[in-house]
């Protein structure tokens, strides 16, 4: 059984309808950490992020606290929020723009206030429309309230923020390409080092970048404090996390649930969380943290929903997202489909990632739709090899940013676990579901 | 002689003044162009490329980049419907083959009547309600074909037209004013704060 005793941090207004307003965000309890921030050194409030241990809630799960760290060294020009969520099957971030926008625009605040930043940009993925009116409206209303522009609440401290569209390009997602399209250019992940925005950033100045899910942790810990955050989960994995869970489950969504305390078959199989697989059939593989992770097979459902707990066993918890394949799926139709993404997501400007995902994504397309050959199974993972040497996880980095890296993961986890599949779609010259 | 009508020039401008440098609105401006015109149409990318101080074939450059600007026509409704991960295990493919067959047109294609260009969409993010189908970027939320061919009807009809308005990611997005913290004050705020912190961490490793 689920453990679901842990207070919900960033999905407590999940219940009402009218959850994205300032008036149902100030009858429960909004804007109240920012005035209790305010009231402290800006380094206090940091120092409250450290205590935390708040990991980012992107996908690469750095620290915040130390992210920021890095950034008081030096003058911190701007304070970039990623919004730009497009791993497939996460959309917990979908959620927080559209279900919760003032709870992000506080938690926006807060950060800069403890950053000294006077100058914030949301940066939302261009196909939430929704999300982007929801957002913009909070932004005014903040506005109005007080709560952004000159001296905040009557304090010296001021701030704006501007809402900022993506344009429809998984790539954004990353965060020096995110970069890249604010100041109105192509998507190109920029070459490191630096490898932190907070050397090189947005107009070349430092800036911190962070998501969306990050932001909205941050008023619940200032109010309650870092320990008490610290206090839920276990190990490097602490506070709740939304889980986005998709595929063959009876109830998908997404579920805020405690670190660590919870293992993948809790969320999976609760009652409350998503409630089994349809027609009770059996797991055939799970993708535990977006399909740039590779697969846990059903031996692996009682590990501990935590980053190192993941880690530890090849894979990760990455953007909290969470598929479930049953024993009716196919995974070289699955794994294809993955690799037809990367293939057409990938920027171009490295050789690995835009040339290998289009061979793998056509070999993996002969083998799922008909003309196959038995050496192809062979020659998948030598291709997945030219791309991240060693197949190691994480893995070898050939590329400027992740996304080539992360191409190999479901053809090798899909082979690795399930090589006989392959050998019957080759056998039947083609998929066997069909 | 601007090719923007005259709302959405201002919008322009005021979407530029929210930038330290001009470029920056080029995602923006380009969602205007695409609400004013349904696609990028030379005028509406010359325009953008004056409005920050660009030319035209880096602004075209820059647009090809992104999935969601139209460099040719469409249907007044761009159809979306996605076959990634958890789509394809709910029956997405089936979905996108279902609208070709209902639409009358291939993938990427428009309808004869110029009223739908269909798509075969990448992760849209809402995948509990799966196979996900957009319309004009709006969630409409349906997952059976049943429902799909009813959706169609309809929008045919009109009865859509308040969930799902014309082109343009910015039609209902408006910013109450421009930026308030002004620059001398924030620059003054900056250095009086760059104090305080150095000595306070003066003080503490005293």
Known sequence: ?434 | MSHFRIDIRQRAEELVALYPRARSAMLPLLHLAQEQDGYLSDEGIAEVAELTATTPADVRGTASFYDMFHLEPVGKYVVGVCTNIACLLAGGEEMLEHASAQLGCPVGGTSSDGLFTLEESECLADCNIAPVVQVNHRFVRTTTPEAFDAMIEDLRAGRLDHDVPSHGMLIRVRRSSGLRAPHAEVAEQRAVAKEAREQRTNQETK
């Open chain 1, 1 to 434: 059984m689920a453990t679901l005793s842990a207070p919900r941090i960033v999905s407590s207004r999940a219940e009402f309808a009218d959850s994205h307003t300032l008036t149902r965000y100030l009858a429960t309890g909004g804007y109240r950490a920012l005035r209790k921030a305010l009231t402290m050194f800006p380094e206090a409030v940091a120092a409250e992020v450290d205590e935390a241990s708040l990991l980012g809630r992107g996908g690469a799960g750095f620290p915040a606290g130390r992210k920021w760290s890095m950034l008081r060294k030096s003058h911190i020009s701007y304070l970039v929020v990623n919004g730009d969520e497009s791993e497939p099957a996460t959309f917990k971030d979908h959620y927080l723009v559209e279900g919760d926008p003032h709870q992000l625009v506080e938690g926006v605040i807060i950060a800069a206030y403890a950053l000294q930043v006077t100058r914030a940009f949301i940066f939302i993925r261009g196909e939430f429309a929704l999300g982007l009116e929801r957002v913009q409206q909070a932004v005014n209303e903040a506005y109005d309230h007080g709560a952004l522009g000159s001296k905040i609440f009557a304090t010296d401290f001021s701030l704006d923020i501007v809402v900022h569209p993506g344009a429809g390009a998984y790539i954004c997602g990353e965060e020096t390409a995110l970069i890249e399209a604010l100041e109105g250019k192509r998507g190109f992940p920029r070459i490191k080092p630096p490898f932190f925005p907070a050397v090189t950033g947005l107009y070349g100045e430092p800036t911190v970048v962070n998501n969306v899910e990050t932001m909205s942790n941050l008023p619940w810990i200032v109010e309650n404090g870092g320990a008490a955050f610290a206090a839920l989960g276990g190990g490097r994995s602490t506070g709740t996390r939304l889980f986005a869970l998709a595929g063959r489950v009876k109830n998908p969504g997404v579920y805020e649930i405690e670190m660590v305390k919870n293992t993948f078959r809790d969320l999976i199989y609760d009652p409350q969380l998503g409630g089994g697989v349809i027609g009770d059939r059996a797991i055939k593989a799970i993708i535990p943290g977006g399909v740039s992770a590779p697969w846990f097979g059903p031996e692996l459902l009682d590990l501990p929903l935590g980053q190192d707990e993941v880690a530890e066993k090849g894979s990760m918890l990455g953007s909290g997202s969470i598929v479930v394949m049953d024993d009716t799926t196919c995974v070289v139709r699955a794994a294809w489909r993955i690799t037809k993404f990367f293939s057409r997501e990938s920027c171009g400007q490295c050789t690995p990632c835009r040339e290998g995902s289009g061979w793998i994504e056509r070999v993996m397309y002969r083998l799922e739709h008909g003309g196959g050959r038995m050496e192809d199974i062979d020659l998948l993972l030598d291709l997945c090899d030219n791309i991240a040497p060693g197949l190691t996880w994480p893995p070898q980095q050939t590329t400027i940013c992740v996304l080539g890296p992360s191409i190999p993961s479901s053809v090798h986890s899909a082979i690795q676990m399930f090589r006989d599949d392959f050998v019957a779609h080759v056998r039947h010259g083609g998929c066997p579901h069909d």
